[in-house]
């Protein structure tokens, strides 16, 4: 077997110099012929032409010579793909067709992989993701929120399931060197996670539990990301000082691309330190950490789950007013939460991408059909010369492994040449999409797409070929001969092309109205010229609510005063911000809750007098904050309609007292005054939850260090202000260069990003969906016209019998309805089928909604009517007279 | 589409090929020659279909290539007798001699005899 190969490689390699020597012993053999000749009295030309004859034909030797030398696959190979190009440059249009099709289908396919791996398929940086367990806390409302930091030490303590726990918190970090200061989002997380996690720095070190020790040196990780566009991935930044939140720490490592961790960024990585943090012992203190764990071997992780429960529900006893609310803990794989709310929709863009490809290599096997049709005869003079089925096939399978070729090699070109449009396309929440790479997983899929494209639009010619009697096809005179086979292949194929148009057509269809639905959710708040920035405070100087507030009143006029600008507020987190949750509890006086696992709760935010305004929140009863509402005044707090709903349907909440749970000293009362319009807090798909707001001049010492990590501004302009985001900075680094300021973001372009997944899916799929109708119809079109030149004489006989024109059409949209029933009934079947995949993209309409499903099979059943009608006007145009003088 | 002299009388080409150089190495406008030669000029081959069955039996081991200089200082492809060749030419003259022998048999039978 080797020894083949290698005469084969051999056989490969020499073929030029077996040629030419080839050539020069058949030149000798030639010019002694004439030396003998010349010999006998013959003057040289002569003797040299006579010599030439007798020898005969120096290529068909030659060619002989070369079989004789056998085995010669790659000639073989090499000979087809010439006579396939040869055929194919042939007709041009056809070629062209194909390529294009072939290019935007596989470059689709392509280009839908290279996400689906980036983000799904490729490892993550972690050693065994399997056995890595995220961790979050249960509550009656939310399956999936956070734990106190008590409350995560008294864990590791007791667990015996896990190697290991840590503990990881978001982190709002304003950064700042010799660079312009920047506002990030990172985490600090305990330095045991790069043991647990196995996840290995790209440059430098990885945390270690030295880190986590009382006094130990202040340092940070940061990200490939941050790397790469604030340092240039300069390596020298490891060992360099940076100040994250106003306090130096030294960069010891830069993080691999690969790493991410479920719902959070990480662009920053500090050690969190539980046993040094102020909160270790507040029993009753926020609730900002998510616990992760690797298992022991052998431990499963149902058994993992109720031995943590267990370990609750012990501290639930012990604390019961400290773990209000919580009633279980929700394990997942790391991985799959990583990429739960992406998998579905990745999927099914993928799906619709296969779709379209196989859509179009059907349609290119109809064509090759009927061409192959058009070329039975040459097929039958090939095989009278002594061509076997065998080379005719592998002929037919060389010219559309070449279209698939060029088609695949088009198609990545396009899939490379498009990656930074799709980049800027692609959702920026889509998790590990910053490190998209094109690798070899990729290369690999695409060679396999072509394989299977080279398969589906040859074999079918193939197949055809395989059936008919190619003497018959020489013998008869009549092209009508391609007989039966082709036309019902061909038919099959047309059927099977509308069928998945319409499966994708459907899903457009619903993503659509999905999309519509939510775009016209309203938020809450009047997104129309107003723009926000985010900044992070320095950590010195700002610890009492006075420093707050005195920074707020310096820079609040200067905003203000600037160009155009009507309304300027502040609001501790954002509306339409997914990632970031601030929530309390709070009870009223008068209806204690029977069992303190009901505590409602509710969405908490610290805003400016002038926020309402500056947003366009409506107020519905009560008043709007003043600058009075201060720390000299009794505290005041404004709560949204839906609170009012759930939790004061007896009775007007203006001027009742709540108890609020928004400090470590427990239960404070505030006065509601207001009732303000609800507000779509985390997505628009989301029904808005109860909202409560307190004023910033009367925030809680506790509230502050969050707010100090990030606080917006938000700017209501009149229309066309010159705003600039260096103005801004400017105004804000006049009050205290060491803000950090993040960028300046039109509200509308908030609303936008909350759309964003939803129109990167519709825009792909939809226009997949419509390339998948357009090449149906002219599936359609193609199968229709053909039918009718092979049956001109039958039309002519018809018409000269005295058929009408009208029967003929009827004849011909009776085929057409045909296909087009069949295919629609078949998608139908599909659609419905494949709806359940689909489901969780869908709002406010049924996966399996029948308007759209009906919407879908006209639209299909128009253009594809239009279709037939196009095809049709030739037989209509058909003179009986011409057509039975053809004959 | 193989070689059709060599189906007029089968195996017969390859057999004359090997016996003309077992004289003694040749190119192959020489091989021609001496089969025109050794046969009295009743065997005629068709030159270009010599080459075909010559790379037929390089490629089966019988022949060795090599360049060199013809008498009148032309560069030209000698062909040589391997050790298998010459084996191969025995068994094949003995096939071909039996062969012979017996169809003449055949054809000199007469109707009695049977």
Same mark, same amino acid.
């Given at each position: 077997?080797?020894?083949?190969?290698?005469?084969l490689?051999?056989r490969f390699?020499?073929r030029?110099?077996?040629?030419?020597?080839?050539?020069?012993?058949?030149?000798?053999?030639?010019?002694?012929?004439?030396?003998?000749?010349?010999?006998?009295?013959?003057?040289?030309?002569?003797?040299?032409?006579?010599?030439?004859?007798?020898?005969?034909?120096?290529?068909?030797?030659?060619?002989?010579?070369r079989?004789?030398?056998?085995g010669n696959f790659i000639d073989q190979l090499l000979q087809d793909i010439r006579f396939s190009a040869?055929?194919?440059?042939?007709?041009?249009?056809?070629?062209?067709?194909?390529?294009?099709?072939?290019?935007?289908?596989?470059?689709?396919?392509?280009?839908?992989?290279?996400?689906?791996?980036?983000?799904?398929?490729?490892?993550?940086?972690?050693?065994?993701?399997?056995?890595?367990?995220?961790?979050?806390?249960?509550?009656?409302?939310?399956?999936?929120?956070?734990?106190?930091?008590?409350?995560?030490?008294?864990?590791?303590?007791?667990?015996?399931?896990?190697?290991?726990?840590?503990?990881?918190?978001?982190?709002?970090?304003?950064?700042?060197?010799?660079?312009?200061?920047?506002?990030?989002?990172?985490?600090?997380?305990?330095?045991?996670?790069?043991?647990?996690?196995?996840?290995?720095?790209?440059?430098?070190?990885?945390?270690?539990?030295?880190?986590?020790?009382?006094?130990?040196?202040?340092?940070?990780?940061?990200?490939?990301?941050?790397?790469?566009?604030?340092?240039?991935?300069?390596?020298?930044?490891?060992?360099?000082?940076?100040?994250?939140?106003?306090?130096?720490?030294?960069?010891?490592?830069?993080?691999?691309?690969?790493?991410?961790?479920?719902?959070?960024?990480?662009?920053?990585?500090?050690?969190?330190?539980?046993?040094?943090?102020?909160?270790?012992?507040?029993?009753?203190?926020?609730?900002?950490?998510?616990?992760?764990?690797?298992?022991?071997?052998?431990?499963?992780?149902?058994?993992?789950?109720?031995?943590?429960?267990?370990?609750?529900?012990?501290?639930?006893?012990?604390?019961?007013?400290?773990?209000?609310?919580?009633?279980?803990?929700?394990?997942?794989?790391?991985?799959?939460?990583?990429?739960?709310?992406?998998?579905?929709?990745?999927?099914?863009?993928?799906?619709?991408?296969?779709?379209?490809?196989?859509?179009?290599?059907?349609?290119?096997?109809?064509?090759?059909?009927?061409?192959?049709?058009?070329?039975?005869?040459?097929?039958?003079?090939?095989?009278?010369?002594?061509?076997?089925?065998r080379q005719?096939?592998r002929l037919?399978l060389a010219e559309?492994a070449i279209?698939?070729v060029?088609?695949?090699?088009?198609?990545?070109?396009?899939?490379?040449?498009?990656?930074?449009?799709?980049?800027?396309?692609?959702?920026?929440?889509?998790?590990?999409?910053?490190?998209?790479?094109?690798?070899?997983?990729?290369?690999?899929?695409?060679?396999?797409?072509?394989?299977?494209?080279t398969?589906?639009?040859?074999?079918?010619?193939?197949?055809?070929?395989?059936?008919?009697?190619?003497?018959?096809?020489?013998?008869?005179?009549?092209?009508?001969?391609?007989?039966?086979?082709?036309?019902?292949?061909?038919?099959?194929?047309?059927?099977?092309?509308?069928?998945?148009?319409?499966?994708?057509?459907?899903?457009?269809?619903?993503?659509?109205?999905?999309?519509?639905?939510?775009?016209?959710?309203?938020?809450?708040?009047?997104?129309?010229?107003?723009?926000?920035?985010?900044?992070?405070?320095?950590?010195?100087?700002?610890?009492?609510?006075?420093?707050?507030?005195?920074?707020?009143?310096?820079?609040?006029?200067?905003?203000?005063?600037?160009?155009?600008?009507?309304?300027?507020?502040?609001?501790?987190?954002?509306?339409?911000?997914?990632?970031?949750?601030?929530?309390?509890?709070?009870?009223?006086?008068?209806?204690?809750?029977?069992?303190?696992?009901?505590?409602?709760?509710?969405?908490?935010?610290?805003?400016?007098?002038?926020?309402?305004?500056?947003?366009?929140?409506?107020?519905?009863?009560?008043?709007?904050?003043?600058?009075?509402?201060?720390?000299?005044?009794?505290?005041?707090?404004?709560?949204?309609?839906?609170?009012?709903?759930?939790?004061?349907?007896?009775?007007?909440?203006?001027?009742?007292?709540?108890?609020?749970?928004?400090?470590?000293?427990?239960?404070?009362?505030?006065?509601?005054?207001?009732?303000?319009?609800?507000?779509?807090?985390?997505?628009?798909?989301?029904?808005?939850?109860?909202?409560?707001?307190?004023?910033?001049?009367?925030?809680?010492?506790?509230?502050?260090?969050?707010?100090?990590?990030?606080?917006?501004?938000?700017?209501?302009?009149?229309?066309?202000?010159?705003?600039?985001?260096?103005?801004?900075?400017?105004?804000?680094?006049?009050?205290?260069?060491?803000?950090?300021?993040?960028?300046?973001?039109?509200?509308?372009?908030?609303?936008?990003?909350?759309?964003?997944?939803?129109?990167? %899916?519709?825009?792909?799929?939809? +226009? /997949? =969906?419509?390339?998948? *109708?357009? #090449? @149906?119809?002219?599936? $359609?079109? !193609?199968?229709?016209?053909?039918?009718?030149?092979?049956?001109?004489?039958?039309?002519?006989?018809?018409?000269?019998?005295?058929?009408?024109?009208?029967?003929?059409?009827?004849?011909?949209?009776?085929?057409?309805?045909?296909?087009?029933?069949?295919?629609?009934?078949?998608?139908?079947?599909?659609?419905?089928?494949?709806?359940?995949?689909?489901?969780?993209?869908?709002?406010?309409? %049924?996966?399996?909604?029948?308007? +759209? /499903? =009906?919407?879908?099979? *006209?639209? #299909? @059943?128009?253009?594809? $009517?239009? !279709?037939?009608?196009?095809?049709?006007?030739?037989?209509?145009?058909?003179?009986?007279?011409?057509?039975?003088?053809?004959? | 589409?193989?070689?059709?002299?060599?189906?007029?009388?089968?195996?017969?080409?390859?057999?004359?090929?090997?016996?003309?150089?077992?004289?003694?190495?040749?190119?192959?406008?020489?091989?021609?020659?001496?089969?025109?030669?050794?046969?009295?000029?009743?065997?005629?081959?068709?030159?270009?279909?010599?080459?075909?069955?010559?790379?037929?039996?390089?490629?089966?081991?019988?022949?060795?290539?090599?360049?060199?200089?013809?008498?009148?200082?032309?560069?030209?492809?000698?062909?040589?007798?391997?050790?298998?060749?010459?084996?191969?030419?025995?068994?094949?003259?003995?096939?071909?001699?039996?062969?012979?022998?017996?169809?003449?048999?055949?054809?000199?039978?007469?109707?009695?005899?049977?």
């Amino acid at each position: 077997m080797i020894a083949y190969l290698r005469s084969l490689s051999r056989r490969f390699f020499q073929r030029a110099q077996v040629g030419t020597e080839l050539e020069e012993e058949l030149r000798a053999h030639v010019d002694l012929r004439a030396d003998a000749l010349e010999r006998s009295g013959i003057s040289r030309a002569e003797a040299e032409r006579r010599a030439r004859i007798e020898f005969g034909s120096l290529e068909r030797f030659k060619a002989e010579c070369r079989d004789a030398l056998g085995g010669n696959f790659i000639d073989q190979l090499l000979q087809d793909i010439r006579f396939s190009a040869r055929s194919l440059r042939k007709s041009p249009a056809f070629f062209a067709v194909a390529v294009i099709t072939l290019a935007s289908g596989i470059g689709a396919t392509v280009t839908a992989f290279s996400v689906v791996n980036s983000v799904l398929l490729r490892p993550f940086g972690f050693s065994h993701p399997q056995r890595l367990l995220w961790i979050y806390s249960q509550r009656v409302d939310n399956p999936r929120t956070n734990f106190s930091l008590p409350e995560y030490c008294d864990y590791p303590d007791q667990n015996r399931s896990f190697e290991a726990l840590g503990a990881v918190a978001s982190f709002n970090v304003g950064l700042s060197d010799s660079v312009e200061p920047e506002r990030v989002q990172g985490v600090r997380i305990t330095a045991n996670a790069f043991t647990i996690l196995g996840a290995r720095a790209l440059l430098g070190r990885t945390l270690i539990p030295a880190d986590d020790r009382n006094g130990a040196e202040p340092v940070v990780m940061i990200s490939y990301g941050l790397w790469s566009r604030r340092y240039a991935k300069n390596p020298d930044v490891i060992g360099r000082s940076v100040n994250v939140n106003g306090e130096p720490r030294q960069i010891i490592g830069v993080l691999p691309s690969s790493f991410a961790l479920p719902n959070l960024d990480t662009d920053i990585v500090v050690p969190l330190q539980p046993e040094s943090d102020p909160r270790r012992n507040a029993r009753n203190s926020v609730n900002f950490l998510r616990m992760f764990g690797g298992l022991k071997p052998n431990v499963t992780a149902q058994q993992a789950h109720a031995e943590l429960d267990s370990i609750r529900q012990n501290l639930q006893r012990q604390y019961p007013e400290a773990l209000t609310g919580k009633i279980g803990l929700t394990l997942l794989p790391i991985a799959d939460e990583i990429v739960s709310n992406v998998r579905s929709v990745l999927l099914s863009i993928f799906c619709a991408a296969a779709a379209l490809l196989l859509v179009g290599c059907t349609n290119l096997a109809g064509i090759a059909l009927s061409r192959s049709g058009a070329r039975q005869r040459e097929l039958a003079v090939r095989a009278a010369l002594g061509a076997t089925r065998r080379q005719l096939a592998r002929l037919l399978l060389a010219e559309s492994a070449i279209l698939a070729v060029t088609g695949g090699a088009l198609g990545v070109l396009i899939e490379i040449a498009s990656q930074r449009a799709l980049l800027r396309l692609v959702p920026t929440d889509l998790p590990r999409i910053e490190s998209f790479a094109i690798d070899w997983r990729v290369w690999l899929f695409a060679g396999v797409v072509v394989l299977i494209a080279t398969l589906i639009c040859g074999i079918a010619p193939a197949w055809l070929l395989s059936r008919t009697e190619l003497r018959d096809a020489l013998a008869s005179r009549n092209r009508a001969s391609t007989g039966g086979g082709q036309s019902r292949l061909r038919a099959w194929l047309v059927g099977g092309q509308i069928a998945l148009a319409l499966v994708l057509l459907a899903n457009a269809a619903l993503l659509f109205r999905s999309f519509f639905r939510v775009s016209s959710e309203r938020p809450g708040f009047d997104a129309a010229n107003v723009v926000t920035v985010r900044f992070s405070l320095p950590q010195s100087g700002y610890v009492e609510r006075e420093q707050f507030v005195r920074f707020y009143e310096n820079l609040y006029p200067r905003l203000k005063a600037l160009p155009g600008i009507q309304n300027v507020g502040l609001v501790s987190i954002l509306p339409l911000a997914p990632k970031s949750i601030s929530f309390i509890h709070f009870t009223r006086p008068d209806q204690p809750p029977s069992n303190p696992q009901n505590t409602p709760s509710t969405n908490y935010r610290i805003v400016s007098a002038d926020y309402f305004r500056t947003m366009g929140i409506p107020l519905l009863a009560g008043r709007y904050f003043t600058d009075e509402d201060d720390g000299e005044r009794p505290p005041v707090a404004i709560v949204s309609s839906v609170l009012a709903k759930n939790h004061f349907a007896d009775r007007s909440p203006i001027g009742q007292r709540v108890l609020i749970d928004d400090n470590d000293a427990g239960p404070r009362p505030v006065e509601i005054v207001g009732i303000v319009g609800a507000v779509k807090q985390t997505t628009l798909e989301t029904p808005a939850r109860p909202d409560l707001y307190l004023p910033l001049r009367q925030a809680h010492k506790d509230g502050l260090s969050f707010l100090r990590n990030s606080t917006y501004w938000v700017l209501k302009a009149s229309p066309n202000a010159p705003l600039s985001a260096s103005q801004l900075r400017t105004e804000i680094h006049r009050v205290d260069p060491n803000v950090a300021v993040g960028d300046l973001r039109p509200m509308s372009n908030v609303m936008n990003s909350a759309l964003a997944s939803r129109r990167f %899916s519709l825009l792909l799929i939809g +226009s /997949f =969906a419509g390339a998948a *109708l357009f #090449l @149906a119809a002219a599936g $359609l079109y !193609a199968v229709i016209s053909y039918g009718i030149q092979q049956r001109t004489r039958e039309i002519g006989v018809r018409l000269a019998l005295g058929a009408t024109r009208g029967r003929i059409l009827a004849m011909i949209f009776k085929e057409g309805a045909l296909l087009l029933g069949a295919g629609v009934a078949v998608g139908l079947a599909l659609a419905l089928m494949l709806a359940q995949l689909v489901a969780n993209q869908m709002y406010g309409v %049924s996966e399996r909604d029948a308007s +759209s /499903f =009906a919407l879908v099979s *006209l639209l #299909l @059943a128009v253009v594809s $009517l239009l !279709a037939c009608w196009f095809a049709s006007r030739r037989a209509l145009n058909v003179d009986p007279v011409t057509a039975l003088r053809c004959e | 589409m193989s070689d059709e002299t060599a189906e007029l009388l089968p195996g017969t080409l390859d057999l004359l090929i090997l016996k003309a150089v077992s004289l003694g190495p040749l190119h192959g406008y020489a091989v021609l020659a001496r089969i025109e030669q050794i046969s009295g000029g009743k065997l005629l081959v068709e030159q270009g279909a010599l080459y075909p069955a010559l790379f037929r039996l390089v490629r089966q081991g019988l022949l060795k290539p090599e360049w060199g200089t013809s008498d009148n200082n032309r560069r030209a492809k000698f062909y040589e007798l391997t050790a298998r060749g010459r084996k191969r030419l025995r068994e094949e003259a003995d096939w071909w001699n039996r062969t012979v022998a017996a169809v003449t048999a055949a054809l000199r039978a007469r109707p009695q005899e049977t």
